[in-house]
């Protein structure tokens, strides 16, 4: 199976973008979603316990919790992603009988999702075409005398989703580096592996420096290459309450996106507030690339106005004096057209920098997913240095997570490239020697795949073909492995490209109760903003056969390193073992058990947010001087980037409207400047097919329905994942190897209507 989303003749239904972000249009949304997959029990049951002290992490984003809560702590997204695992259908042995692997590839995401919960445990032999049950004793039997098969632990890819839990990815990877590897590829090389490397490269930590509380004390706030009312959407109750603070909002983005036009908190409705709040100040509608010219320009004017924090900089900076001479002759016709900006309106943005005290800056895919997605970054972290806006209060840097605990699987050992610092603590606290040669990440695992030098692939969670670039490409080397094991709760692509013998096992959700040697159990998280807290399903689960997470790991490692010194099926039983490991083994998890029990958890250690102190080489944080990317284009290319709808959460999809931009039904749209459509002679709905290009290749994709929208010139927007098989897999970030899923050069072809305005 090729892995691509099958075509669909769907009506396409377009109407004008939404001015006013959540209200009661968010309320009605979540409401029909989660009556329809729960039931009104569980409904009420459930929403009651997400983002609660006493409940269970949103499985959707990794926005923090206020320590005061509401009694409703959840967004339209998260209230979708809470009812989607809380699912009463199940796709069990009958359901596989029924339908063979080929006839579900031909099914769409969103039915693939519909149908429910895995409910036991899932084989497809060699030739076989349908998957049949299997038992939990069989299946990590096989998997464990395939592992011990292997010729080499390296031979061996382990995949993680951001949705594991700190004590199921600690297990995880103590598991795999026992086995003598570092082939953990995760989801953070393909969304903000370009921020931790550019982070850890200027200010000595991979992550953000700002806490929720410093959103109260901002002066200016800084959107960048963000959509935060679809994909973060409790960020913007932050907003708000910022901007009723005084604070100014700039949304730098190729598209304007309605959260950050209007937000109505749907729950003012219980005080009878009827009205809403304009958010952003200033749009500046960047063009697809254009980031890294308007931040240059932006730090030369703040450089010539003088208004730089001197006592910062030379007490706690190095090499300011290197930018300021590469920005001294910077060419203004180059900075307005790479940026579609002009000079006007960065002159306004500047003065608002220039006399702002505290800087926040917020970013996510809009800026790591591009060749210089490290450099751009960089250049945020330019702006703040020259200021001193980091390690001050309502100031600092704020990389937005997607996944609910993407940060926390990094900080306990998902990591292909660990340092040798990292990997000493590690083996102290377990007692075992570990590998130091870095492993694979996503886009070097599908290479040794396809090169043959893969013959294992073990996926905890995540929709690995979905989430990954070059379809075709990836589906083809995957179906050349000889196991692929799913670890999933429900029904994806990925479980429809299979190697000789292929296993699902269905997991635990977040929201259900898991149950250990007759106690009940918890498991912790870490936020985008660095805090460790609980999360605690109360759901009875959808299947007496589901096992959870650390059971899975726990019961293979003990099955496949029965001399291993550690008691794995202890920690199964009883996941306080597991936090004591953990508290041995990672800095900053000192007392884990005690700490983490407090109500809202506790702070890791964050040097330059606790005391404007940076862990680089000299103790300094570091200017970075990077020259612009070529954003140029031949007359006849277009760049495409590839987004969310509204109704999609990462791979998931939810349902077929994107209700913020007044796209319904069809999601192979292609969005384009209407001035672009008229030159080409391309009406509404007229079908193209797209080619996209990268040294000498091309990939091809077809039929999708042009729609007229406000996006740059020359740029182009379409939902993910239909678009990843236009991604080429060499197409990489420097120094991250992050696809660049937002800097795809294409071209168009083909013009066949289909249907009339309406």
Known sequence: MNGKTPLENIPLKIGKPKTTAAGIPAVISSAKHSLKKMGLTNTIKTLRMVNQKDGFDCPGCAWPDPEHRSSFEFCENGAKAVADEAMKANVNAKFFAKYSVKELSGKSDYWLNNQGRINQPMYLGPGESNYSAISWEKSLKLISRKINSLSSPNRAVF????????????????????????????????????????????????KGTVTLDDFNHADTILVIGQNPGTNHPRMLTALRDAKLKGAKIIHINPLPETGLVRFKHPQDYMKLNLSSTGLADMHLQVKIGGDAALLQAINKLTIDAGSIDDGFISKKTKSYEELAKSLENIDWTRIETDSGITRNQIDKLSNIIINSKSIISCWAMG??????????????????????????????????????????????????????????????????????????????SISAMESNDVDFLFCLGGNFISATPDTTRTATAVSKLDMVVHVSTKLNRSHLVNGSESLILPCLGRTESDIQAEVEQFVTVENSMGIVHKSQGKLKPASNMLRSEPWIIGNLADLTLPESNIDWLGCVENYDKVRDLISHSISGFEDYNTRVRQPNGFYLPNPPKDSCEFETNDGLAHFSVNPLPDVSLNEDEFVMMTIRSHDQYNTTIYGLDDRYRGIKGNR????????????RNLKTRDSVNITSHFKGTTRFSQKWLVIPY?????????????????????????????????????????????????
């Open 159 to 206: 995949y993680t989703s951001g949705r594991t839990s700190n004590e199921a990815a600690f297990l995880y990877q103590a598991f795999v580096r026992l086995l003598g590897t570092n082939n953990m590829p995760d989801c953070s090389n393909m969304c903000h592996e370009s921020s931790g490397k550019a982070l850890v490269q200027t200010i000595g930590i991979g």
């Open 367 to 444: 800026l790591t997913q591009h060749r210089n997605g490290v450099h751009v970054i960089q250049e945020v972290v330019n702006l703040h240095l020259l200021g001193g806006h980091i390690g001050r209060v309502g100031a600092g840097l704020c990389p937005v997570r997607g996944h609910s605990n993407v940060q926390g699987n990094r900080t306990v050992g998902i990591w292909e490239a660990p340092s040798d610092s990292f990997i000493e603590k590690m083996e102290l606290g377990l007692k075992n020697s570990m590998p130091r040669k870095h492993g694979y990440d996503v886009v070097h």
């Open 668 to 679: 192979r749209v292609l969005m384009m400047n209407p001035h672009d459509m008229l030159e």
């Open 710 to 758: 406000n996006i740059p010139k020359r740029n182009l927007a379409a939902y993910f994942p239909e678009a990843n098989e236009l991604v080429p897999l060499e197409s990489t970030a420097d120094v991250s190897n992050t696809p660049t899923s937002k800097w795809i050069i294409c071209t168009i072809s083909g013009n066949d209507s289909t249907a009339e305005e309406e």
